[in-house]
């Protein structure tokens, strides 16, 4: 059985060389909402997952981002938060969205209660998180510099 057994894990062992997950980086914002970057290998291929968890929300949401559409997405983060928020009532505005696999991240300028905030949001089926950036964007680009190290 013993023999069998470690058969079995030597067999097991190349298949999962190449299946890898590692979270790289992570970052908070002051409404307790969390975001984090993780390092994915499928088949040698490399990808960056951003997975997202809203305080007030069960559950996360994850879009597993190509370096194009990470690259894309963290330049179009950084023109989020150069942009100014021009909305007058509550509501939110999409600034930029963009589909990846089975899910969809975006960036946002929101406006509830009168406060005006900038948001990352992914949906990934139902699911539906967001994160801002106005107060952490220091700490949104220090867990990026950590994510791009996989390239």
């Known amino acids: 059985m013993r023999k ?9 062992a190349p298949a999962r060389a190449q299946e890898e997950i590692t ?4 970052f908070n914002d002051q409404f307790g909402n969390q975001a984090s970057f993780w390092k994915v290998v499928v088949k040698g291929k ?5 997975k ?6 069960t559950g996360e949401a994850t879009v597993v981002m190509d370096k194009p559409v990470f690259d894309e997405f963290e330049q179009k983060v950084g023109q989020l938060k150069a942009a100014s928020n021009p909305l007058k009532t509550d509501g ?6 963009k589909d990846s696999g089975e899910a969809r991240v975006s960036t946002m300028l929101g406006r509830w209660n009168g406060i005006k ?4 949001q992914v949906k990934e089926n139902k699911l539906e998180h967001q994160i801002t950036i106005d107060k952490s964007y220091g700490d949104f680009t220090r867990a990026v510099k950590k994510a791009k190290v996989v390239w």
């Open 4 to 12: 069998i057994l470690l058969i079995f894990c030597l067999l097991l």
């Open 23 to 26: 979270q790289l980086s992570y």
């Open 46 to 50: 490399t990808y960056v997952a951003l």
């Open 52 to 57: 997202l968890k809203s305080s007030d929300k």
């Open 92 to 97: 939110i505005q999409v600034f930029w969205s």
């Open 117 to 120: 905030v900038k948001l990352i």
